[in-house]
């Protein structure tokens, strides 16, 4: 490590070591005078690598955590000396632009887990972004961790790194693949019954040695059903307990020394606790525990061979297996069982022994990388992307054809992307672009959401739009309409989305139209929901009952709330995006005002603000600056509440108490506003008064104009009405906020 400083690839097995590895390179940049950056592949992992790093910081150096979650403080980036971060948010970074200086300094990139190169949901990011980092002649030098993979040694070599491997141990690990009773395999309860009856076996043949346990599972449910069966096993009754009834599942397995843990259960930090604590000897987990949470056991039983429908990879078998047997647990030798039934046993046996065989997963999302690559303007013709794309793993690999290359670069000059171009080589991001790329939302599936919404027929009221765009973005993202629920939770989200027709039916008539009948039961309401459905009533909930979300309740309908968080995270993303979309004039304006509005809201729904509130939550944003927002921005919504504000339309330029935001700032701010603002449709006329530089855009149904103020009172034509379109309106964009004419009045301000 200490010899020089190219690049290095340690493969060694889980508890070896490695991170102390980590430790020493990152310090060694540090003694340069150079910045770490540690890239760890889950936020469980950036907070135990955050404590174990506590120690560095009582010596003096200035270490800072980096999630998803966390807004970006920009000046303590640029200040501290070693960067914990997800991959995702290290190249959010990237994308940002802002802080390209800050990542020229950095000497070292430690990447923990480098063998999710393969992963196919985040291989393409690590696989893009170690391609930038190799290809910089900066001096960063790349430290990659692994467990044990087949092809270390090509990885190496792709990285022009020297390979370092021990298979070295501090614990003996000796694993096994106990055979099952076989079953009617298209007997899914039967086969779940064996392999949990197992499982209940072989703990109790640890435990009642003193050891403990650690039981993989491939699904929630199956954690709350296995733990169930421990706890049975241990002589506790169960007969009759629901297994989605959180709180009685954890109530009688905490009695019988059986914790669970998953990354939506409401007490999996006690059961982390308990289980460090040897309060609790089993703990039922899914593969978040291997992969995130440091708890090491005696035994490990992999209960599952399989996460949904799909098997589960061998490198994560082999993370499952580290957790047996480690060191700091006072164990001197680890105990790995993999359940297998009699048809997949020989393919478990060769799989296991063979190892497991890093692939780029880049090919699979070329456009998205490749439009990176241009907004970082790293690549601006068609020969240096294919220049960039023959440094890549895939291209060592043997992908070295440069048609999905240029098929990408088709592809994204025709959804706007990318600029049209005298030359055909050109690849210049445009605005929408740059939008995409920021946010880090998929090209095609942005793309698709934006078709769709483009082919939809323009709503007439609030409730259509927002209903809308919960159905839209839960058929068009994969995330949301595959989420899944308990059966519990399903039938809480059903009767959610019966609750929301009757609330629309009863809501009474409005400025913008009276308010929609409920449409009548359909068949498919009587199946049960249809793909998406749930998600688009988690989405319903959040936008037309926020106050089930205020305060942060652990269960809203009796669903954990937590289970929600994925689906509203990825929707806040894509609605973000069509938000910033207005001044743009690429999405129709209805769409960028309701998704803006929407956006905030989900963001901050812990304050329970309705309709409306979006203006007033973007004004508190901007005040309160982005590290400091998850303090700030309650305390001023809170203040602006209680002295009755619903809009940032105040008069006057001395900045509220709790603003972080200096004079000049905050003067500049309120000249982003859009206060003041006339719009009066008059026949095919609409006379506008907007701030200069503001985008004011016009429409008949579908059929959209956009133009520029110039701070002067306007008079402009409305575009040509289509067949059947009586929509007609104006809305005026600024950078941040907006404001728009007829039934989209309802988001300019909150109204209780």
């Known amino acids: 490590m200490l010899e020089g400083r190219g690049h290095l690839v340690v493969v060694a097995p889980t508890g070896a070591g490695k991170t102390p590895i980590g430790m020493v390179a990152a310090l060694e940049a540090y003694a340069r005078g150079r910045k770490a950056a540690w890239l760890v592949p889950q936020r469980s992992l950036t907070d135990e690598l955050d404590r174990d790093l506590q120690l560095w910081r009582s010596r003096g150096l200035r270490v800072v955590r980096l999630t998803g979650e966390a807004a970006v403080d920009t000046e303590l980036i640029r200040s501290a000396d070693v960067w914990v971060a997800t991959t995702e948010k290290f190249e959010a970074i990237c994308r940002a632009g802002s802080l390209r200086d800050s990542l020229a300094e950095v000497g070292c990139l430690v990447v923990d887990e480098i063998h999710l190169l393969g992963d196919p949901t985040r291989g393409a990011v690590l696989e893009a972004l170690l391609a930038r980092v190799r290809e910089d002649s ?72 003193g050891g403990s346990v650690l039981v993989f599972c491939g699904s929630k449910r199956r954690v709350r059903s296995t733990a169930l069966a421990l706890a049975a096993g241990r002589g506790v009754s169960t007969v009759g307990v629901d297994a989605d009834d959180a709180e009685a599942v954890e109530r009688l397995c905490t009695g019988a020394g059986v914790r669970l843990h998953y990354r939506d259960w409401p007490y999996k930090r006690e059961a982390e606790q308990a289980f460090r604590a040897r309060e609790a000897d089993v703990l039922v987990a899914t593969s978040t525990v291997a992969a995130g949470v440091n708890l090491p056991a005696r035994a490990v039983i992999v209960s599952d061979t399989t996460l949904g429908m799909d098997r589960v990879e061998v490198s994560m078998v082999q993370q499952m297996f580290g957790r047996a047997g480690r060191i700091g647990a006072g164990e001197r030798e680890g105990w790995a069982f993999l359940l297998t039934d009699p048809a997949e046993r020989a393919h478990w046996q060769a799989s296991l022994a063979a190892g497991y065989t890093v692939r780029s997963r880049l090919a699979d999302h070329v456009a998205d990388h490749l439009l990176a690559e241009a907004v970082q303007q790293r690549l601006s013709t068609l020969e240096e992307a294919e220049s960039w794309w023959a440094g890549t793993f895939a291209a060592y690999q043997g992908h070295d054809s440069v048609e999905p290359l240029h098929e990408a670069a088709k592809f994204l000059a025709s959804v706007g992307c990318l600029r049209p171009a005298a030359d055909e080589d050109r690849l210049e991001p445009s605005a929408l672009g740059r939008l995409t790329s920021r946010f880090m939302v998929d090209a095609v599936l942005a793309d698709d959401l934006a078709t769709a919404l483009r082919r939809a027929p323009v ?19 994969p995330v949301l309409e595959q989420a899944p629920f308990t059966e519990r939770a399903k039938a809480a989200l059903r009767a959610a989305l019966r609750e929301t027709g009757r609330a629309a039916a009863e809501e009474p008539d409005t400025p913008w139209g009276p308010a929609r009948a409920e449409a009548p039961a359909s068949a498919e309401d009587e199946q049960g929901p249809r793909a998406g459905d749930l998600a688009r009533a988690v989405l319903l909930l959040a936008a037309h009952r926020p106050a089930l979300f205020r305060g942060r309740p652990a269960y809203v309908l009796g669903i954990p709330v937590d289970s929600m968080t994925g689906i509203l995270e990825e929707a806040q993303r894509y609605l973000a995006w ?81 603003c972080a935001i200096s004079r000049d700032g905050y003067r500049a701010l309120l000249a982003e506003r859009v206060t003041g603002t006339r719009i009066a449709l008059q026949g095919e006329e609409v006379r506008v008064w907007a701030p200069p530089g503001a985008a004011i855009r016009l429409w008949s149904g579908a059929a959209t104009t956009l133009h520029t103020s110039d701070g002067e009172e306007s008079t402009l034509l409305l575009p040509p009405a289509g067949p059947g379109d009586g929509c007609r309106g104006a809305a005026v964009f600024t950078r941040g906020d907006r404001l728009a004419s007829g039934w989209l009045e309802a988001y300019a301000a909150l109204r209780d």
């Open 578 to 658: 069509l938000g910033a979309q207005g001044p743009l004039g690429t999405v129709h304006p209805w769409v960028a005002v309701v998704a803006a509005d929407l956006s905030l809201r989900i963001r901050w729904r812990t304050l329970g603000a309705g309709r409306g509130a979006g203006r007033l939550l973007w004004m508190c944003e901007r005040m309160a600056t982005a590290p400091l927002a998850p303090g700030l921005v309650p305390r001023l919504w809170k203040a602006a509440r209680a002295r009755g504000i619903d809009a940032p339309d105040w008069n006057g330029t001395t900045p509220p108490g709790d």
């Open 138 to 209: 900066a001096g960063t030098r790349i430290v990659g961790l692994f467990a044990t993979v087949a092809n270390a040694e090509e990885v190496a070599r792709w990285l022009g790194a020297r390979l370092l491997r021990t298979t070295w141990r501090p614990t003996r690990l000796t694993w096994q693949l106990p055979l099952l009773d076989p079953v009617d395999e298209t007997d899914w309860a039967a086969r779940a019954a064996v392999r949990t009856g197992a499982a209940v076996r072989i703990a109790r043949q640890v435990t009642d040695d």
């Open 459 to 477: 709503p007439d009221d609030p409730l259509a739009a927002e209903d809308l765009l919960a159905e839209l973005l839960s058929t068009c993202l």
